[in-house]
């Protein structure tokens, strides 16, 4: 991909982007004023429904099917809830929007918002995101004193206010039921779904969620169009995605590319390959919570459906690279160590399930392995699989599976006496 | 409550009005609480039912619930190093070990005069800089032995 291509990132190198002021002289806000003054919400939602906008926080829903969802008819209020708990490890692309460029956050946020109906958005950011936070909030106070965000923005009648509210160190907060209830003050405990949150959500009130990438993608959509849009990434499978790649590269980092380039070409080209002296192992590539591939598995395209195929999930577009010296069950035990503490403790499967694999593992991390014991971690991940209220089971129990299945022979030497 | 400052109490009146329904102000509160005292004590927690007209107990499930609130005092500098995967491969093992050698304190526990506070944590969202910590709400990247004599030595 050309740097002309890209269109996330593109002005990152700019200084001071995070101001209004440069952010206007680079075509700021220009999507907001076509979407508000010149364009229907029907008309929006169209355009981003053809744009084939799929979720960019891991689920890969597309986004314009789930504003649909929202009823248009009600006498609740409705809300937008932006999911910036960019909590699935390996992952730090939101981040780098968030402070780059906050006000192309602010900007997605106005056209969905006006695209929906909305009139409170909430963004929902990590904890630990403290000085992010305290960014958006300028860039909030900045946006409202030059009229595009309060009320009547841009003279269009359309009234939103933008919060911007801190969780506090819960990974499972980053699941939008759980992130629904964290919001309202509570534990971060996933709800029943159905309802979805666009019925029932926030206060109980039609909601929609969306991940921060996700949001960022909308004014590109509204000014330069769908067609374009599909052109750019696949006809099913829209734009870019901000990879994060992690591990032993020589040039770990975001890299904003098309969906659809190819795994290895993301790894060996743009991350400049494996650090002297270090051999590739094996590949986590959508986050923690995606199945494992090993270095042979690597030929293949970044999108959702080549990952879903080969075993394993896009998530995040987070890329773990794991180089030849490393024990998988080092990186077992990692995995198993963080489901356990992350389990919200609400479903019986996860919160004993996760916790008996840990120990299990750290047993064989610690010389004390059994024969049955990768049987056992298989069984107690199968019982997990499914059988939760929300998808950290399966996060836990997929990747958990993968390297017991994939690294078999590696894991049976430690499970000897 | 006495012991908070007039200007967080300020904050707090003002965060508490921003939402439609005052309850969900609860994590906001406790971290203006948690920003000025340095941890969420029992009668903080107490002061905070009141005024969102919550339960107590609501209030200290959600103070329990959440890694980042802490009951008790810590250090006056909280060393948080990633202990997940990213950082693993990049050696925060070692990092670990080397912060337990040098503060003599194992993760959990704070060193005698009150300075240092060291805790394990799950991904900080700041891989591509691994190994990395957090001290208290700075990240640091890239960590050596040698870099962290070097942060630990510029603090006061």
């Given at each position: 991909m050309t740097e002309k291509e890209k269109y996330l990132t593109s002005l990152f190198g700019l200084k001071n982007l995070h101001q209004l002021e440069i952010y206007l002289e680079n075509g700021g806000y220009e999507a907001a004023k076509k979407a508000l003054l010149e364009m229907k919400p029907t008309d929006i939602l169209?355009?981003?429904?053809?744009?084939?906008?799929?979720?960019?926080?891991?689920?890969?829903?597309?986004?314009?099917?789930?504003?649909?969802?929202?009823?248009?008819?009600?006498?609740?209020?409705?809300?937008?809830?932006?999911?910036?708990?960019?909590?699935?490890?390996?992952?730090?692309?939101?981040?780098?929007?968030?402070?780059?460029?906050?006000?192309?956050?602010?900007?997605?946020?106005i056209i969905t918002a006006y695209c929906v109906g909305i009139h409170h958005a909430f963004i929902y950011i990590r904890g630990e995101y403290e000085m992010i936070a305290q960014r958006l909030e300028k860039a909030i106070a900045e946006a409202k004193k030059k009229g595009f965000l309060g009320q009547n923005i841009l003279h269009s009648q359309f009234d939103l206010e933008v919060i911007v509210h801190r969780g506090a160190g819960a990974y499972i907060c980053g699941e939008e039921t759980a992130l629904l209830e964290s919001l309202e003050g509570k534990r971060g405990h996933p709800r029943l779904k159905p309802p979805f949150p666009a019925s029932v959500g926030l206060f109980n009130c039609p909601t929609v969620i969306n991940n921060v990438e996700t949001i960022a993608n909308v004014p590109f959509i509204i000014l330069k169009g769908a067609e374009w849009f599909t052109r750019v990434g696949l006809p099913k499978d829209g734009g870019t995605r901000i990879f994060g790649v992690s591990g032993p590269v020589k040039k770990p980092g975001i890299y904003e590319l098309p969906l659809g380039t190819s795994l290895k070409e993301l790894i060996f080209t743009y991350a400049g390959g494996m650090r002297e002296g270090k051999k590739l192992k094996a590949v986590i590539p959508g986050g923690l919570s995606a199945p494992i591939l090993t270095a042979e598995e690597i030929d293949i395209t970044l999108d959702f459906?080549?990952?879903?195929?080969?075993?394993?999930?896009?998530?995040?577009?987070?890329?773990?690279?794991?180089?030849?010296?490393?024990?998988?069950?080092?990186?077992?035990?990692?995995?198993?160590?963080?489901y356990a503490h992350e389990s919200c403790g609400q479903c019986t499967p996860c919160r004993i399930g996760v916790s008996w694999i840990n120990k299990i593992v750290n047993r064989l991390a610690q010389g004390g392995g059994q024969p049955d014991d990768l049987e056992t971690i298989a069984r107690l991940a199968a019982a997990i699989k499914g059988k939760t209220l929300c998808p950290l089971g399966d996060a836990a129990a997929m990747p958990i599976l993968a390297i017991v299945e994939k690294f078999k022979d590696e894991l049976l030497g430690s499970t000897k006496h | 409550m006495s012991s908070l400052s007039p200007e967080t109490k300020n904050k707090i009146a003002a965060v508490v009005k921003r939402y439609p329904h005052k309850q969900a102000a609860l994590l906001p509160v406790l971290h203006l609480i948690q920003n000025e005292i340095g941890f969420i004590p029992e009668e903080s927690q107490a002061w905070v039912a009141e005024l969102l007209d919550l339960q107590p107990a609501r209030v200290k499930e959600v103070v329990t619930f959440y890694t980042m609130f802490l009951e008790k005092p810590i250090g006056r500098y909280h060393l948080q190093v990633c202990s997940n995967l990213s950082c693993t491969l990049a050696g925060?093992?070692?990092?670990?070990?080397?912060?337990?050698?040098?503060?003599?304190?194992?993760?959990?526990?704070?060193?005698?005069?009150?300075?240092?506070?060291?805790?394990?944590?799950?991904?900080?969202?700041?891989?591509?800089?691994?190994?990395c910590m957090m001290v208290n709400c700075d990240y640091y990247g890239q960590l050596t032995p040698a870099k962290i004599d070097e942060i630990l030595d510029g603090l006061e």
């Open positions: 169209a355009e981003v429904k053809a744009a084939n906008l799929r979720g960019r926080g891991g689920a890969g829903f597309p986004a314009g099917v789930k504003w649909g969802f929202v009823p248009k008819e009600t006498d609740k209020p409705k809300y937008l809830c932006v999911n910036a708990d960019e909590g699935e490890p390996g992952t730090f692309k939101d981040k780098y929007i968030m402070s780059h460029n906050p006000h192309l956050l602010l900007e997605g946020i459906e080549s990952l879903v195929n080969a075993g394993s999930m896009l998530g995040s577009g987070a890329v773990i690279v794991i180089d030849q010296e490393t024990s998988m069950l080092d990186v077992l035990r990692v995995v198993s160590k963080f | 925060a093992n070692d990092i670990l070990n080397y912060l337990i050698d040098k503060l003599k304190i194992k993760p959990g526990e704070t060193t005698a005069d009150g300075r240092f506070t060291l805790t394990t944590v799950e991904c900080l969202g700041a891989c591509e800089h691994a190994p």
